[in-house]
Nanobody, 118 residues
């Protein structure tokens, strides 16, 4: 069965950096795009970024562009999200998700909490 396990969340000060990881199993990782999606406290889901199977085509929301970098290592079945210049508005549970094949997610991890606070 498909499993996605995120790690790397935690407490970080404004302006700081953090790298999230998501390790996948149960499917052919190198055949699917991967997403990062977040949910801030009391708010809905927000798409953050996604990366194509070739690891070259990457897409970002305007709110994180220039601050976050998505990458993937197909040999390790892992997708990463490097976050820098973090702001309090970046506080959220971050989920990785597998593409269904039509640029929408179908499987989700359990999420990892990122808290940006002094």
């Amino acid at each position: 069965q498909v499993q996605l396990v995120e790690s790397g969340g935690g407490l970080v000060q404004p302006g700081g950096s953090l790298t999230l990881s998501c390790t996948a199993s149960g499917f052919s990782f190198d055949r699917y795009a991967m997403f990062w999606v977040r949910q801030a406290p009391g708010k809905g889901l927000e798409w953050v970024s996604h990366v194509a199977v070739d690891a070259l085509n990457k897409y970002y929301s305007d709110t994180v562009k220039g601050r976050f970098t998505i990458s993937r290592d197909n040999a390790k079945n892992t997708v990463y999200l490097q976050m820098s210049s973090l702001e309090s508005e970046d506080t959220a549970v971050y989920y990785c998700a597998k593409d269904s094949g039509d640029w929408s997610p179908d499987y989700w991890g359990q999420g990892t909490l990122v808290t940006v606070s002094p």
